[in-house]
């Protein structure tokens, strides 16, 4: 079983920023992409930005050049920056990866979710 801890959301004013992290614990014997989603109030969850575990990224068209997404493996942990935040950006924000546990057993897992709020 695989565990995903995300921290650092709060609120924030327009054109602020905030880093969020997304630390996986468990019996891990790798993971591969690793995802940050975010779902807005009657909105759909949508993915934010994913990176590989040989670090190819990807992101959504509306945060491209505002937001970073990293990694560090030793440390099973994730992160995104967000800069130049806009009220678009307000919603709950969840960690999502896949991989390998110890016993060769395939794993999907989601985060708790972190509040992150844009007031104008």
């Given at each position: 079983q695989v565990q995903l801890?995300?921290?650092g959301g709060?609120?924030?004013q327009a054109g602020g920023s905030l880093r969020l992290s997304c630390a996986a614990s468990g019996s891990i014997f790798s993971i591969d992409t690793m995802g940050w989603y975010r779902q807005a109030p009657g909105k759909q969850r949508e993915l934010v930005a994913s990176i590989t575990n040989s670090g190819?990224?990807?992101y959504a068209d509306s945060v491209k050049g505002r937001f970073?997404?990293?990694r560090d493996n030793a440390k099973n942990t994730m992160y995104l920056?967000?800069?130049s935040l806009k009220r678009d950006d307000t919603g709950?924000?969840?960690?999502n990866t896949n991989g390998i546990l110890g016993l060769g057993?395939?794993?999907a897992s989601w985060g708790q979710g972190t509040q992150v709020t844009v007031s104008s």
């Open positions: 801890v995300e921290s709060g609120l924030v190819n990224t990807n970073t997404i990293s920056q967000m800069n709950v924000y969840y960690c057993v395939t794993f």
